[in-house]
């Protein structure tokens, strides 16, 4: 028996993050994830895109109806980055403007994460499997209205092929050996895992003797 | 490596609602979903189908017995529906009336939703799946007795290819873009969606001013 | 021993409710209750009060800025009670209108819900305790950020002499007997409690045939 | 410090057990514990009252309605016990005929439970404390819509002075010592505690060696 | 694309029901399900085994040591049945007698539940795929751990192509149609799920007026 | 207002330590804690007792039926302490030679734990706070069916003047001062506390360079 | 009847916060409270200290060990407030520099939070209530090891009069009036409820037009 | 239909097991399984690979840093076991020491686990898949931030195609046959399944009447 599937992995030439709907009234919808665990995995990934120097896309959806304006850290932290105010088409890849950015980058792993998950991650992760990109879902920096939408959400996309993964796992891989820089990566860690900076504060605490 | 599996997605003209025993009666069965929020659900996914105007049919199980009569307000939105009033079946897949019915529609995506979900829903989707149809369960706006008998209908149903989805995700794949009918989907959610109906509430206010 | 306390029965004819800061803002706080739910759990004691004819107050904080309009529904039922739209003040016994509309009513018994439970109905629950008022707290139709905050609060409250309990407990203490009108208290249950309302809809299909 | 508290024990030539509103109907409304526990304990509560011949009262709330008759393993257990099926007080104690049924044993011990906890139970239990009783609330054998509200009706009565119990504290309370009847103890514990039925089991299988 | 994969479908005439150490020592180990509906669910089987005249197989791991013996109400139930006390072997499939046993009823569809799940019920369910047999698992029929375990067991399962399902799905797979026995089925709904019992008590309530 | 309430504190010099009914048979019971922690919880109850030199009285209930013997590792850490294995009497405190036992010790505080929580603990401390003495209920040492039974049997007891506490906390108001011997509680919290253990771990570790 | 019982209301004039071992390694001991949301919870805390000029004592148990050091954040947050390491005592009262350093301050009332809470905030609130001060419990700014012990522990405080609420509720009740300064309570909201920023964001971003 | 999938089943004579980064600093971050259950699973993992006597590989991932030390009771365990201490590689494959000590040993089905799961096992489990090992993930003896990232970790790995397996399932796989070494798996449960030292402590005692 030949169970040998290749690993697809990320790699951080040849990947991009795309940040969808993190709207400052969609984001009142999610309720799988508590709120100051779902901020801070979104700000993670947010400075692990800067960290790894990956292209990332914004996007929103009607951000001057009712769905609010995108979270104002992601704009502060991605002001180059090209932003992709959506006129109408619920999923992102429906819009042009969207698709050519991300090809534009030429990568071909699509790091993705939004809010909510089924609708504004599921139908481009769907939509980029189908035209061949490599999918990697953000679980954690993804929300919903509960965790069985959440479930629906997941299994439709992995049927498809998605990778599902969080923030730290996109980190690490991408990331690939700590020597590659030890602190940017530790600082990255205690900045978003309350345990980790525990540690790192003991530590250096110790150290410091 | 070619991952690049199409994306089987809802087509308003192609599809049909299928509403599977929401009888008085059975609905004090759903256990995995709490009734405030399942009776929400069931509404949203008829309020959808009227809305973009699917074909929708009805069926019910011995609906003079202890199972009891057909939420009413599902009689009262789809007063002209085929309805199925099966004398014994219990897949109504293995009635006659039900399938012709559906093949009436000369559609092929069937969104589908019941109580309860490891019978009700599983039967007539594997036995559609096995048809040729393409199989989109509404897993919020079908219950069971509990999150252990959940998992085990829709893993049933997924490992035979039926795509899990929920109420929103399925009128928003419907809908493809706000600007088909912008008031007509906020109605939607607003009517379903507490949360989203604040944002509504908030926006309208400020905008008056 | 004597054990023989009284028991503090609410009282139609003495009786008012506080809806307190149900505001489309802080409603997005509320994630100690699913908001389908809550939203169910809110209307029924509001009209819950508008059956039984009781005096209702309605008061909100800062309902310009963020925290947003009341729940129109409120509105619409209420729409010549008292409305007081504090100015600052957090805890509503602070504001002089608040309390003396309370005691234009002449009732010794408050029957409060609001949002966020430890703060916009504990601080006037305990300010009326001290005035001696009988405080009655609809848990249910109160909602804060979470179960821990929750639980604190009610302890708070209960400590100072609080009863704690839910709107359809509300209900069937001021209601005391079906026959004063079973087709009201009926409809109350039908409107706000789903498996009640499958209950009546599988007694009436079956007294009608 | 004098913390010596008198211990209000169940003593069982002075109680008298009262069976609220266990009807078939209502039962579909109790969600704070799933369904075969619950009915597992209603019944280990009557066998246990029969087991010490202890006056049983049961009373229903319009029966003949959407409520639905008694559970009939209830009436068969008590086929002589007075029965009142009020017609229409919601508090049974407002009912002069449970009321006198109850005075009428002469007993000072009240083991309440019923359907739904905080208007079924809770009320009885407020009126009984008032007049003078000794109430024990079999929480187990009691039911209502979720824990939020279970937690609020528990709150109440305890804070008026009710003792909250459990069926099997009710038991082990009222037998004392296991040699007054090792075999009836020990059959009421097999056949409504499953744990309990397996250690019966194995332990008998080793001593027939 | 073609999606039309086949529906694996119990068939009464081709199925055979495996109980696999369902012991009294074993049932302690059980923490995933609580008792009350765990032994609720192993009898509800059972009795669907007999209902529908199954050939039933049961087996035990070393029933006089500390795992227990069998639980005396399946020997009950099916008195003439294979009974295979396995010596040793951890996987049922590795016991000759057990494998033959199965053999010689010619059936092809296994119906598989017993104690514990990644165990006693797995590692025979993957031998039987191997060799070619359709296998559902009755996965509330089977008990573990904790969640974490019987996650882990079930995706083992699912992922060798094993259906997951509960017994009220194979009851129904099973029976097809109600006429077939109407009260044959009510009788084993009724005993077995108590919310049906309650509504079938309303229902002739109903109907003998 | 004066709510300068005295601080019951357990004093070293003045407690007493009993452990009741951990049993084997009946340790299967025991639902609202898993099985790792609830070992692990009694053993360092029992670990604190040596420690901190408490007289400590074991009891059991037919330790020779179904309810099975006592954990072994409890009679191995008290060889010599009183052992009143009673005949019959359920609670304790029924029991003469476990109230001499107790008396004897001259002590006025008590450190009950046991299985199941609301009897063979509830019984005994709710007796002995009757008598007049200081109750301090370990209440993760002791365990019961599920949740609901545990929170019963607290309310009950806290509502007598029991004060509830759990190991850790008692072991530390015991010991008062680290300095009076820092070893001995650091190996008490590591042999207990698995995270303790890593803190010591990592400390000593660095300390080591 | 005379329940006016008399609000024991905090007042920033008579206010001194107790910030207790919130240390490094102990943090890693905290499974109540998920760590993004603790962390949030003692520094809005700490803000709110700041905010409302509060005397703030900080103390440690044992930081050169295991414990490890003070988070950072709060040593930087207050550098001239009372800093008290103490050399073994466990109940910080029982430290004279403790209790010396409190009363210099002249308050009568505690707010007090730590880690954990069962030791390091129970202990001390006990001794302050004990000595007339009025303790109000911060209960979501102290951690403990799981929801068993943190309800043992929040019983043990609240039967001995302390007064039980959140780091919120706290803010809300020293403010008392948004006019006091409205940007300021607006900040610490912000900072500190994600939802809140939220709501923030979207007004502002209306309003802007 | 062909379903007849192959069994891939653990061999002793096949098997290597990988303990990946149980770090005491690393296990201060493993929120998905509760501290007392989640050492008793890596110790019980460890012991059945001594008890099988697999060989064994150690690894860490800065070990000098604040990841801290490994466990120090697997270093006793397995004092000559191959021990990597990674410079830097985050996927232990990626460190050739590593994988070279596996493949010395000439085995093809790698046990793995770790801390955490979707990093330290995730990654070189998805490795070892490409490289045609067959992957065995032991899911309660891995641990990592919280269950949402656990479902993540499992479904990336699953569908890559490692079984999914816990603790008990390995050792039971891996033994085949009681009577290979009755009294050897009878003490690996007992040591490591609290309800199994109960029965057999049960069952001892009585033997030994």
Redesign the interface.
């Known amino acids: 028996?030949?169970?040998?599937?290749?690993?697809?992995?990320l790699d951080r030439d040849n990947a991009v993050v795309l940040l969808v709907d993190h709207q400052?009234?969609l984001?009142?919808?999610v309720?799988d994830?508590?709120?100051?665990?779902?901020?801070?995995n979104v700000l993670a990934l947010a400075d692990a895109a800067k960290f790894f120097n990956l292209p990332t896309i914004l996007t929103t959806?009607?951000e001057t109806?009712?769905?609010?304006?995108l979270?104002?850290e992601l704009k502060a932290l991605f002001p180059d980055a090209p932003y992709i105010a959506r006129?109408?088409?619920?999923?992102a890849w429906?819009n042009e403007d969207f698709v050519k950015a991300i090809k534009a980058t030429g990568k071909k792993q699509l790091i993705i994460a939004g809010v909510?998950t089924?609708?504004c991650v599921?139908?481009p992760a769907?939509?980029a499997?189908?035209?061949?990109f490599?999918v990697f879902v953000v679980?954690?920096a993804s929300g919903t209205?509960?965790e069985?939408?959440r479930?629906?959400?997941?299994?439709?996309m992995?049927?498809?092929?998605a990778?599902?993964?969080?923030w730290?796992?996109v980190a690490?891989?991408l990331?690939?050996?700590?020597?590659?820089d030890?602190e940017g990566l530790g600082a990255l860690c205690a900045n978003h895992?309350?345990?980790?900076r525990?540690?790192?504060?003991?530590?250096n605490?110790?150290?410091a003797k």
Request: aromatic share 10%; glycine share 8%.
């Open positions: 028996m030949s169970n040998n599937k290749p690993y697809v992995r400052a009234g984001l009142s919808l309720r994830i508590e709120p100051d665990r779902f901020k801070n959806s009607f109806g009712p769905n609010g304006p979270m104002p006129p109408g088409q619920i999923n429906d909510v089924e609708v599921a139908f769907l939509s499997i189908e035209e061949g490599e679980g954690d209205f509960n069985l939408t479930d629906a959400a997941w299994r439709r992995e049927a498809a092929g990778q599902m993964m969080t730290f796992g690490c891989e990331h690939r050996d700590w020597r590659n030890i895992i309350p345990d980790y525990n540690l790192m504060t003991a530590y605490s110790l150290q």
